[in-house]
């Protein structure tokens, strides 16, 4: 039997879905290099708003109009199995049993030969009024050093150049609550990875602001760490942020950017940005605006705000319309595009490491995508960066 995996949503996500990939393989299962071609068809739902619960049960009843058989898993998946009208399987263990499947000796999923995401913490304690992800994935539990290591270290074996590392609150990594940010501890982990592993290059996917402190910055002067943050900020507005209830503000974020750089020049700071927010105006919104161009974001993620069923905000008074949402995302896009224009050009001239994937091209350490003709996926390989080596969209 053919199967095919569709995934929605964050990389923890994607994770679980090369997982299961593994597995099905593993089991005897053929993947189907199209969804129309499959006979099974996996749905790995997001939940984390409206907009993507949406989405979500658009890809199942698409899959099911094809009269495939579709099973959901994820987010959405876990947080309400009744709801679907798809076979819904609330864990990747319960779905693997329905079809007969062992996990015992999987190999470790690698990203085409080049990555691999590793999971180092999993679910929050955080109470951010927009966002159900709690529900659906649990409290806040860190993964111990040594079972991370085991996993670089397979990864590493099984071909990979680098790892991504990835979790629900990535950065309250060995905080006993994800509330309490003073407790985190991810430069311990780091320091231990880069001990313990010998793996070329270690990223890191998106961090709350409010966790990182001066033993993170110590650590990420380490040239094996990719010189890239995505912060996970929101709003530029201290109003939003408070009603939000995000449990930081702007000033972190100006701390971080400016710690990041002191400890690596040629850093590239990112930011997660959601308009529209219950009570944002005009003022709130260029807030934002000014924070992006004041910490010099290279790489902005824009999502209009979509009030989810089941979450505080939803409730909120003073929503922004549709039209107006649709108007101020454009707007910070833009601003994204001229950012990221004035931090590629600051980077012209510049001597650096790329990671070769499919294509002729690759990623720098600090998420440039240069053309490398000739080179082989997964060399490693110097390149300049001009205006002409650049391969981004």
């Known amino acids: 039997m053919k199967f095919f995996i569709r995934t929605l949503g964050c990389k923890m996500n994607g994770l679980d879905s090369a997982r299961l990939r593994a597995a099905l393989l593993h089991g005897g299962y053929e993947e189907a290099e199209r969804e129309e071609e499959a006979d099974y068809v996996v749905v790995n739902s997001c939940t984390v708003t409206a907009e993507a619960d949406r989405k979500s049960r658009q890809a199942a009843k698409a899959a099911d109009r094809r009269l495939q058989q579709v099973a959901v898993t994820g987010c959405g998946a876990r947080i309400d199995p009744a709801r679907w009208e798809q076979e819904a399987f609330t864990s990747e263990a319960e779905l693997l049993g329905r079809l007969d499947v062992r996990t015992e000796g999987l190999p470790f999923p690698v990203h085409a030969r080049t990555r691999a995401f590793v999971a180092v913490q999993t679910g929050c304690d955080n109470h951010c009024t927009f966002c159900i992800t709690r529900l659906a994935r649990g409290a806040h539990r860190s993964i111990p050093i040594q079972e991370v290591a085991a996993q670089v270290r397979e990864a590493e074996a099984a071909g990979a150049q680098e790892v991504v ?5 990535l950065a309250a990594w060995g905080s006993d609550d994800s509330n309490s940010a003073g407790g985190a501890r991810l430069h311990e982990l780091l320091e231990g990875l880069l001990e313990a592993t010998t793996i070329p290059r270690i990223r890191l996917s998106s961090l709350g602001p409010q966790y990182l402190g001066p033993g993170f910055f110590g650590v990420f002067a380490d040239p094996r760490i990719c010189d890239y943050l995505h912060l996970s900020v929101q709003s530029g507005a201290p109003d939003i942020l408070r009603r939000m209830d995000r449990g930081h503000g702007v000033e972190e974020v100006r701390r971080v950017a400016e710690a990041a750089r002191r400890a690596r020049p040629d850093m590239a700071l990112a930011a997660d940005l959601i308009v529209g927010f219950p009570g944002e105006g005009e003022a709130e919104f260029e807030q934002t605006r000014s924070l992006a161009e004041e910490v010099a974001l290279a790489k902005l993620h824009v999502f209009p705000y979509s009030p989810r069923e089941g979450t505080p905000a939803a409730a909120f008074g003073e929503q922004v319309s549709g039209p107006e949402k649709k108007r101020r995302a454009a707007a910070l896009r833009e601003t994204g595009r001229r950012l990221r224009q004035t931090f590629l050009e ?8 790329v990671l070769v994937e499919g294509g002729g091209t690759g990623l720098t350490g600090n998420y440039i995508r240069l053309a490398v003709p000739g080179a082989a996926r997964g060399e490693r390989v110097v ?11």
Not at 165 to 169: C, S
Not at 383 to 393: G, M, N, P, Q, S
């Open 346 to 353: 600051g980077q012209y001239g510049r001597q650096t490491e």
């Open 383 to 393: 390149r300049e960066v001009t205006a002409a080596a650049l391969a981004e969209r």
């Open 165 to 169: 590392l990835t979790g629900i609150n």
